[in-house]
């Protein structure tokens, strides 16, 4: 089948899944766009046929981001070829891809390929430091290659379909992370681009330095963005007992997965 573009859909908190994702997308060698789902009013592109689908979202606590899963539910592209990535911060994706792929599914989209990639945790951040490094981003071309090799092979996006999508139904439970993003006031310039890529609505522009903790995700996508370095990740002394236990129970290295 020929593949004309490739258009993906990305929701990213400190940026590393959209490092990964645009790595895939330019060793394509197909003209490609880029979409940034992640702020809360950012609407979802248009497939259409000759379209390769690119989606890529975070596992939190081996789950699609609530937010993200929201996003790619409005996503529709009957019998259009979908590639999933996941990221994840060295433990594990646990139900992600089943959950992207019944999602996605939903829209009409066919798995033809899945990849995982370790990249930096945002919470646990002395965790898989600088990753995505340059194996991690070798093998995302590598995979890219293949994709595209496999879909000049095949006739139509069903004949190229994965066989099995890991994961089980019902999916984990995740209730989310205790700790949440924290803003100095003294340091805040109020620009508000922590209020436009906030996916969830936790902040907004009459105080920039609030966050709604119940609707906050723990993203850390403002964290991320604020270019005063106002807001960081708040927990004290918790959190560094956190990121120590987290660190020795993902101390070895994981390395990317792919299947197609």
């Not at 259009?80 to 433990?91: E, H, M």
Request: proline share 6%.
């Amino acid at each position: 089948m020929k593949i004309e573009n490739v258009r993906a859909c990305v929701f990213t908190g400190a940026g590393t899944t959209m490092q990964i994702a645009e790595e895939f997308c330019r060793a394509t060698g197909i003209p490609y766009e880029v979409a940034d789902i992640t702020p809360q009013k950012r609407a979802v592109p248009a497939f259409a046929p000759g379209d390769l689908a690119v989606f890529a979202v975070p596992s939190y606590g081996g789950r699609v981001p609530a937010p993200a899963a929201e996003k790619l539910r409005r996503c529709v592209g009957e019998g259009v070829p979908a590639v999933l990535i996941v990221s994840y911060g060295n433990r594990a994706v646990d139900d992600t891809f089943l959950e992207m792929a019944d999602v996605l599914g939903e829209g009409g989209f066919v798995p033809v390929a899945l990849g995982s990639f370790v990249a930096h945790h945002s919470l646990m951040t002395n965790v898989a430091e600088g990753r995505p490094d340059a194996d991690d981003l070798a093998a995302v071309r590598a995979f890219a290659a293949q994709v595209v090799e496999k879909l000049a092979r095949a006739d139509s996006a069903e004949a190229a379909r994965v066989a099995s999508i890991p994961g089980s139904r019902p999916y984990r439970t995740f209730g989310g992370v205790v700790f949440k993003p924290e803003a100095d006031a003294d340091e805040c310039t109020t620009c508000g681009l922590c209020v436009r890529f906030c996916p969830t609505g936790a902040i907004t522009f009459d105080d920039t330095t609030a966050t709604d903790v119940d609707r906050c995700i723990s993203c850390f996508r403002c964290v991320a963005v604020c270019p005063a370095g106002a807001r960081t990740i708040g927990g004290g002394e918790a959190l560094t007992a956190a990121r120590e236990a987290f660190a020795q129970k993902c101390a070895v290295r994981q390395e990317p997965w792919t299947c197609l």
